[in-house]
């Protein structure tokens, strides 16, 4: 499905309901999956999450997880760890290309039993569930959190914990907290100190245990992005988010207000207010800690005609597409002068933005959600569209609400 926006004004005071995100969703399916009289309340209702739970459910022996890259990390540990089950993981074109062989080495030296069917390094891989009796693990702290986090998520079913040494510098440090405390939130004794994290066993189930999922901040970014673009008094109220998030997208707030939007926090909701206080020309950030967000922000610096300088987005080449040339190549489309290094983007102030331009998304929810607002600059292009639903299936919907004109072929 291709979509073709346009955005003459915003139905100012609009709500909108983001459902849970897709991140905690994950960590707690997996969690559910070993702890079962856990209750996630406001699950996302993401492909991802979808993918991610039919699998935990599954009684199949090859198990596809298509585009899903945290499913696949998050798996591979967990059916490592599960004595006496076989199962094959494999997904799209795209994710045999998405490394995983600095998860299965630390995997290996916890004793596991994997091997790569096709390519070294690379999915799909044959997994032979056993008993982990190793406790000690290291490996490189600046790859994907998501490598630590799957094996932080299993570690209180293993027999003697785990003892977890990071090697240089921590990429994306909020995602392992919000590990550590959601694993917290079900009673597992967990600490970190310096570049050591440890974990202790709790082979019984905690007791029974209901979690309330946080509405998505990623998914919030899209909206920061539409009213960063939109006329000055524009506001949209957004549910349900709290200021002290276990997500380190929550420093949008802060990051936004450099364009001119302010976060007004509210019992669980926030409402986000176009003020054009802002005198910034350049915006210069370093995103380490939060690269999914570094798609929105450039689309946002391009649409106000602000240089932007980002750096810290190593992650992002090993993503559902190599984002930064994607970002490149579909900027440049719309005459952006955008220059990258394998960690960082550079964006000068744009002069003009054209209208009726035709954005590729590559099979990357987050190109697809990151190029609409700039509708409201004029008319675009979204070719196929319908990847939203990888993280967010309602994106489209939600964008109506607001006074998008949506027209679908």
Known sequence: MNVRLSANDLKSKSKINITGSKSETNRLLLLKAIYPNITIVNASNSDDSEVMNSALTSTNQII???????????????????ENKTVTLTGSSRMKERPIKILVDALKQLGANIEYLENDGFPPIKIIGKKLLLSKVSLPANVSSQYLSALLLIAPSLQNGLELELIGEITSSPYIRMTLKLLGKIGVETSMVGKIISVKPSIQ????KTIVVESDWSSASY??????????????????????????DVILATI????GVET???????TLLNTKKFENRAIVLDLNDTPDIAQTIAVTAFGLGIECKLTGLHTLKIKETDRLEALQKELSKMGALILITNDSLYLAPSRSIPSGESIATYNDHRMAMAFAPLALKG??????????????????KDLELLGFEILTS
């Open 256 to 259: 936004y207000e450099q364009m």
């Open 205 to 208: 189930s905690p007791t029974p």
């Open 223 to 248: 909206f920061y992005s539409i009213i960063a673009l939109s006329k000055a008094g524009t506001q949209i109220e957004l549910t349900s988010f709290n200021k002290t998030s276990l997500q380190g």
């Open 379 to 396: 008319t675009i292009n979204i070719e196929n569209a319908d990847v939203v639903s990888k993280s967010y299936p309602n994106f489209w």
């Open 64 to 82: 596809d997880v298509h585009h899903a890259g945290t499913a696949m990390r998050f798996l591979t540990a967990y059916f490592a760890s599960q």
């Open 264 to 270: 007004l926090f509210d019992e669980g909701k926030i």
